[in-house]
């Protein structure tokens, strides 16, 4: 089974940003991919961005130019960039490897 360690979560100002990090235990990491999801209060988990593997990416399009995935194979991390922040970003943000590991999530709060 795969770690997977979220942080960088926080309170932000609508129009802000923030960029989340998930730490990633084992060489599998490399071959993997990896999403990011959120959950709000009473609504189910949502997928927010993916990466393969290879690098290619895919957007929810509720995030499509604001929201920017990575990967750095070598420190076995993926990264969300979110930026331009509003208040239905808040969530509980997860990472996710190959649809089976998850993190614990870290809480993202968009308010004034």
């Known amino acids: 089974q795969v770690q997977l360690v979220e942080s960088g979560g926080g309170l932000v100002q609508p129009g802000g940003s923030l960029r989340l990090s998930c730490a990633a235990s084992?060489?599998?990491?490399?071959?993997?991919?990896m999403g990011w999801y959120r959950q709000a209060p009473g609504k189910q988990r949502e997928l927010v961005a993916a990466?393969?593997?290879?690098?290619?990416?895919n957007y929810a399009e509720f995030v499509k130019g604001r929201f920017t995935i990575s990967r750095d194979n070598a420190k076995r991390t993926v990264y969300l960039e979110m930026n331009s922040l509003k208040p239905e970003d808040t969530a509980v943000y997860y990472c996710?490897?190959?649809?089976?590991?998850w993190g614990q999530g870290t809480q993202v709060t968009v308010s004034s």
């Open positions: 996710n490897r190959g649809g089976v590991d």
């Open positions: 084992g060489s599998i990491f490399r071959i993997s991919a």
């Open positions: 990466i393969s593997s290879g690098g290619i990416k």
